[in-house]
């Protein structure tokens, strides 16, 4: 079953003045099947972000189409966006995205707060994905008090706890180190393999070869993809590898012919 479409997304950004315009999307279409674990990447400018933001709702699209369960997100109000987005989408960031005035155990359940839950709702949901994530030990603790692999598990307990229909993760092991993002790396295999569907954005090769289905963006575009099937991780690691290479010489060429 499909859980995401995306057709002819196309996004224009225009400067302060309007003295100039910049396409970060040109034609873009794609769509994810439930439980499918996908990663995009793609060179620095290629469009990631920008998709990444259109189809979490913080960014509106130039045109378009982004669905979610059929649902044209494009099309929601301002004034509904925020509940919509807390109710159907987890976030895994970067930099983890935490409060540091908030106990572990508080962070994640922000998004219950502010659906207006229970303490009794919230603590039920909580201890059995504590206990997956390993971090049951550290919920009485704060952010500043715990590792960066215990805080990037903990912004994923957030984005689990309000079991959304869709997980987007944004560079999630690019702050931590190798072990930590190693760790991350399992436990996205894990949660997928019980039917989360999980769409990631990365730099990292390594990363993207976890994923069941590798995208790639090229000025805007969606310009090739691979699927990993029975390969290995280190097999797939390889293909990733060789694509990126074309891509980088794509880029180079393009710009060789712009110098001439």
Request: net charge neutral; aromatic share 6%.
């Amino acid at each position: 079953m499909t859980i995401l479409e995306i057709n002819n997304l196309k996004k224009i950004y225009t400067t302060r003045f309007g003295s100039s315009k910049v396409q970060a999307l040109s034609n873009v279409s794609f769509s994810v099947e439930k439980g499918e674990y996908v990663a995009i990447m793609g060179e620095s400018g290629s469009g990631k972000t920008t998709l990444l933001n259109i189809i979490a709702s913080l960014d509106k699209p130039t045109s378009g189409e982004v669905l979610l369960n059929g649902q044209n997100i494009v099309s929601i109000s301002e004034k509904e966006i925020s509940s919509f987005r807390r109710d159907n989408l987890g976030f895994v960031f970067q930099d983890f995205n935490l409060l540091d005035t908030f106990s572990i155990q508080d962070n994640i359940y922000l998004p219950l707060v502010l659906c207006g839950k229970s303490y009794d709702e919230m603590n039920a949901r909580l201890k059995p994905i504590a206990a997956k994530l390993d971090i049951s030990d550290i919920l009485s603790k704060y952010p500043y008090e715990v590792s960066g692999g215990q805080k990037q598990r903990t912004a994923v307990a957030r984005a689990l706890i309000t079991t959304p229909q869709l997980i987007l993760a944004d560079e999630p092991t690019g702050a931590l180190d190798s072990k930590s993002a190693d760790s991350l790396l399992s436990l996205f295999e894990n949660i997928n393999n019980e039917g989360q569907t999980v769409l990631m954005v990365t730099h990292s090769i390594k990363a993207a070869s976890h994923a069941k289905r590798v995208l790639f963006l090229r000025d805007g575009e969606v310009f090739h993809q691979l699927y990993k099937a029975n390969m290995t991780k280190q097999e797939m690691f390889a293909k990733i590898s060789d694509t990126l290479t074309v891509l980088a010489a794509g880029a180079n060429n393009k710009q060789e012919n712009k110098i001439k």
